[in-house]
């Protein structure tokens, strides 16, 4: 069964560092990929997605991920985060079932920014 | 371009009681996406919609229902609401998938006590 997991539900890294967060898919066929971020009492808002076009994917706000069929990885990345980053992090994977396609999101990464 | 619109915004309801919750896609998007967001379960599928055809299940139990008009505008509805339904309601729309990606609405906050 396809499935997405993310390791980490709770990253916490120092302003100006790297961010990186983690995501692994399970699927039979070629994924398309998503990260989206949640800010508190927002809905969801898409950072980047893989439609493989590249693999190396470049989204808003800075942040970029890199696609690895070898490894199932799609991890986000940011060179130095800032304040204004944290928040709830998800990865998703959109797969086909009965005839059509659907989304399937990760638990989530809460990040936190520290001073 | 107007995105993705829920109402209401917050519900508080009594166990027992029923709800209908709205949302308004992006104009030219036909498939609309529930998702119930709690603490402990994350992320959660409902349903998905397209052309006023449910498309797609998510397993929840036969309480949580909804439907699409025409106009591509979905509602869903939760009868005999219990505690456990307190939840962020997420609506989301898109163009036909899959590598279409979902815009979301900002949600509506259901209480149920």
Known sequence: AQSVTQLGSHVSVSEGALVLLRCNYSSSVPPYLFWYVQYPNQGLQLLLKYTSAATLVKGINGFEAEFKKSETSFHLTKPSAHMSDAAEYFCAVSVPTSGTYKYIFGTGTRLKVLA | ?113
């Not at chain 2, 299940?57 to 219990?82: A, C, I």
């Not at chain 2, 339904?85 to 900002?106: H, K, T, V």
Request: aromatic content about 14%; charged content about 15%; some cysteine.
């Open chain 2, 1 to 113: 371009k107007a995105g993705v619109t829920q109402t209401p915004r917050y519900l508080i309801k009594t166990r027992g009681q029923q709800v209908t919750l709205s949302c308004s896609p992006i104009s030219g998007h036909r498939s609309v996406s529930w998702y119930q967001q709690t603490p402990g379960q994350g992320l959660q599928f409902l349903f998905e919609y397209f052309s006023e055809t449910q498309r797609n299940k998510g397993n929840f139990p036969g309480r949580f229902s909804g439907r699409q008009f025409s106009n591509s505008r979905s509602e869903m509805n939760v009868s005999t609401l219990e505690l456990g339904d307190s939840a962020l309601y997420l609506c989301a729309s898109s163009l036909d998938p899959p590598y279409y990606e979902q815009y979301f609405g900002p949600g509506t906050r259901l209480t149920v006590t």
